[in-house]
């Protein structure tokens, strides 16, 4: 057994050293081996006044081995135990704190007699995002450390608190800069002969006046049903409470029951597989990147300065990497630079940045007419609108224009990654990233590998994904590649609905009822009619429609009408500033194409049909890309569908949901849709994996 707990001496001082890399995160063997010290000093002191817990590496404790949230019971020593050790050893305990202390690691720190931390320290109880709740201590201590209110705000949000705000509140006893160690040590030594009893101990039971019982009441009658991701939330405000209650111990055995519950929850075993999938999507089969050279990015080049030109090029220039934004239009570059200082300028009146850090930003970006300025970047990032022929030419270009260890890449949301690459002439050196709208916030990157993309460019691009702080989910090459082609059945069916008579906003209700971020009718508003007809358009000038004349007419009509979405003020809704309103025009234009492809309008639609409509084909898509090798995992699809299209993180992805209904389940719906719509052009044909 490796050791991951150390002990040293240095003085009076004990110093235990957590050890267990790369997040120090609580498990078996670190509570067994901290249990044995722990014992150890308690029956032979030997002169030691003071107790100093301390983590290696980046953080004191990021949280617990997840993996441990899979078995049936709690592997002994019980988190609980060791913490009722610290409490109780015969010399006051410091938690000297650096780096992430979350979770499991500030249910131990309150266990101990005293907290510093350096001053870039970032506490937080998360669990809530894994559909659980602080299990070891968390809904009991931190109320009566912090208060109710604030204790229960941070329980049920999961947010994280910094050095200074934790010192402010009360949950730190000090906060220290770059030599904090010693400065930590120095604290120790102050504290070493004061009394040992536990502070919080004393504070039993917790006192809860009635009114703020009442107000807190109201505040968990505002959390999200428990039905529709709110669970774990209301499960965690239940046990802050009740440490106003019952006495300490047995608000502790409440509180294991109630995270015990958790999760078994399809919430929690939901969320826990969007942890593992994100983390695993950036693991590429068969590519061993520890052989391989990755090539430098430090400068990036980006053509096209529109809306989501300018927000790639912010999303580097956020991460410290230099930016070329090239457009040839002088008018659209003004427009990229007035947004890249309203969004900088923005962030600082929130106080999300300092002055010098925006116009740090800002300065790192500059803005050219010329493509000739691109041959020193080590990426070129291509972002235009969805124009085969113009891309293609553009690709031509960069073949001739960038240096020959650039990286060239196609913002493309849906064309031919390969008829690109084939453009540039250096196949090799080419792939697709597709960011999502608005690119310098949307957390999702489609990272397309090309039938010739070289391993090194791949892996590079996985890497530099994380260091701008994207998600990153590796696809193959096909039309939409794994979002925008599952998206296809989704609003295929959301168009029929409307023409069949359900108004655009019962559909976006019943989706977002579901859990969907937005509906699809605000999403393609907010996108733009126009982005969204214009993937049509190209996919009809490739002869790639099919024979039903009406798929997607309704967003083809749009467009013609000028109903481009939010930013004309008129799309699916009417816009009153950014309220959407239902408009009676477009439902006469609904009503105009229904008449016109001879469909039949009803009122008996159901949210459950729109549901089951919208859904199955996605998922079904999903089935269809794993079989043809699009995606490597199951979990890489829902880690883009939960990232960048807002499907319900606490139904875990299309594919987890599929697997929560039953794939069987799903099977006999489609086939029944099938049999009661007709099948005329294969929409509810079922994949053969899926159900089987």
């Not at 894994?130 to 009566?144: D, I």
């Not at 690459?421 to 949307?442: K, N, Q, T, Y």
């Not at 019943?510 to 937005?518: C, K, R, S, T, V």
């Not at 939960?642 to 039953?662: C, E, I, K, N, S």
């Amino acid at each position: 057994m490796s050791v991951v707990v150390r002990y040293t001496e240095q003085g009076a001082v004990g110093i235990i050293t957590l050890d267990n890399p790369p997040i120090n995160a609580s498990s078996q063997t670190v509570r067994e081996q901290l249990k044995a010290i722990l014992d150890s000093v308690r029956a032979q002191p030997q002169g030691i006044r003071v107790l100093m817990l301390q983590g290696a590496g980046g953080s004191f404790m990021a949280g617990a081995d997840i993996r441990e949230f899979e078995l049936d019971f709690i592997p002994l020593p019980d988190p609980n135990d060791i913490h009722g050790l610290l409490e109780s050893m015969p010399v006051p305990v410091v938690a000297a704190m650096h780096g992430h202390v979350l979770g499991g690691g500030l249910e131990m720190a309150l266990a101990c007699h005293y907290r510093v931390a350096h001053s870039g320290t970032q506490f937080g109880l998360p669990e809530v995002k894994l559909g659980v709740l602080p299990g070891s201590g968390g809904t009991q201590r931190l109320p009566r450390l912090l208060g109710f209110p604030l204790a229960m705000e941070l329980i049920v949000s999961g947010k994280s608190l910094p050095a200074a705000q934790a010192l402010k509140l009360g949950l730190l006893d000090a906060e220290f800069d770059d030599d904090w160690q010693e400065q930590a040590l120095e604290f120790c030594i102050s504290v070493a002969d004061k009394n040992a009893s536990h502070p919080m101990l004393s504070r039993l039971p917790a006192v809860l006046s009635d009114k703020d019982k009442a107000g807190l009441s109201e505040k968990i009658d505002e959390l999200p049903a428990a039905d529709q991701g709110g669970y774990a939330m209301r499960e965690a405000a239940r046990c802050v409470l009740e440490a106003a209650q019952y006495d300490f111990a047995t608000g502790l055995a409440r509180e294991r029951l109630a995270f015990l519950r958790c999760k078994e929850t399809n919430e929690s075993k939901a969320l826990r597989h969007a942890f593992f999938a994100q983390r695993e999507a950036a693991r590429i089969p068969g590519l061993n990147t520890a052989n391989l050279a990755l090539r430098s990015i430090s400068k990036v080049g980006v053509i096209g300065a529109g809306t989501m030109g300018t927000g790639i090029a912010m999303s580097f220039a956020n991460a410290g990497i230099a930016v070329v934004l090239q457009d040839l239009n002088a008018q659209t570059l003004e427009r990229a630079q007035q947004q890249i200082h309203h969004v900088y300028q923005g962030s600082v009146t929130k106080q999300r940045l300092t002055q010098a850090q925006a116009l740090q930003r800002i300065n790192a970006i500059s803005l050219t007419l010329e493509d000739t300025q691109l041959a020193d970047c080590d990426l070129i990032i291509e972002a235009v609108f969805e124009n085969f022929d113009i891309k293609k030419a553009i690709f031509k270009r960069l073949g001739e224009v960038a240096k020959p260890t650039a990286i060239l890449a196609s913002n493309t949301s849906s064309l031919d990654v390969n008829v690109l690459a084939e453009c540039s002439g250096r196949p090799a050196d080419v792939l697709g990233m597709h960011f999502f709208s608005p690119a310098h916030i949307m957390r999702l990157l489609e990272v397309v590998r090309g039938d010739h993309t070289a391993p090194e460019v791949l892996a590079t691009i996985m890497s530099l994904a994380k260091r701008i702080g994207k998600v990153a989910a590796v696809s193959g090459v096909c039309f939409g590649f794994i979002g925008n082609r599952m998206l296809e059945g989704y609003l295929r069916e959301t168009e029929f609905l409307l023409l069949e008579g359900a108004t655009p906003a019962f559909i976006d209700k019943a989706l977002e009822n579901f859990g969907m971020a937005m509906g699809p009718c605000r999403m393609i508003d907010m996108a733009g009619v126009d982005v969204a007809a214009k993937v049509v358009l190209e996919q009809k000038k490739a002869g790639q429609l099919g024979a039903d004349e009406a798929y997607r007419v309704a967003v083809q009509r749009l467009f013609e009408l000028g109903r481009h979405g939010q930013k004309s003020g008129l799309g699916y809704y009417r816009y009153e500033g950014r309220n959407a309103v239902e408009d009676p025009a477009v439902l006469e234009v609904f009503k105009a194409l229904a008449k016109q492809h001879d469909i039949a309008q009803r009122k008996d639609i159901t949210a459950d049909e729109v549901v089951q409509r919208c859904l199955y084909p996605l998922i079904a898509e999903g089935y269809r890309i794993l079989e043809e090798g699009i995606a490597y995992r199951a979990g890489d699809i829902d880690v883009v569908w939960l990232h960048g299209y807002g499907f319900p993180a606490y139904r875990g992805g299309p594919m987890f949901y599929a697997q929560t209904l039953g794939e069987q389940h799903i099977r006999a719906q489609m086939l029944e849709l099938a049999a009661s719509r007709g099948n005329r052009f294969a929409y509810w044909d079922v994949p053969p994996s899926l159900g089987v």
